[in-house]
């Protein structure tokens, strides 16, 4: 068991920066400071992206459409035209979110 503290940071580095890069970067930090974020991502630790709530929000009623379809199908032991198009829908609405997600697009 290592019981040694963790080093302080006592170096500091300066860049300079247009205020439209600043501001660009306050947006795609992943970390609660840009300072946290900056160093993580250059020491090589994999920044994950903030879920869009939007995104978020989407997903939880496509998910609560899903339930509905699920209770229905095992209630009848059926599957009937109307389910089956309304899980096609459904399908086409999640590949375009993710689509639309990951391309980075609102």
């Given at each position: 068991?290592?019981?040694?503290?963790?080093?302080?940071?006592?170096?500091?580095?300066?860049?300079?920066?247009?205020?439209?890069?600043?501001?660009?970067?306050?947006?795609?930090?992943?970390?609660?400071?840009?300072?946290?974020?900056m160093r993580n991502l250059c020491l090589g630790a994999?920044?994950?992206?903030?879920?869009?709530?939007?995104?978020?929000?989407?997903l939880g009623r496509i998910g609560s459409n899903l339930?509905?379809?699920?209770?229905?199908?095992?209630?009848?032991?059926?599957?009937?035209?109307?389910?089956?198009t309304e899980i096609s829908a459904i399908r086409e609405?999640?590949?375009?979110?993710?689509?639309?997600?990951?391309?980075?697009?609102?």
């Amino acid at each position: 068991m290592n019981n040694q503290k963790p080093s302080k940071r006592l170096r500091e580095i300066s860049i300079r920066l247009t205020d439209d890069e600043l501001q660009r970067l306050h947006q795609r930090k992943t970390d609660a400071t840009l300072a946290g974020w900056m160093r993580n991502l250059c020491l090589g630790a994999t920044p994950i992206k903030q879920a869009d709530p939007t995104l978020v929000r989407a997903l939880g009623r496509i998910g609560s459409n899903l339930n509905q379809i699920a209770k229905h199908a095992n209630t009848h032991n059926q599957l009937d035209q109307n389910v089956l198009t309304e899980i096609s829908a459904i399908r086409e609405i999640l590949t375009d979110l993710i689509e639309k997600n990951l391309q980075g697009e609102d």
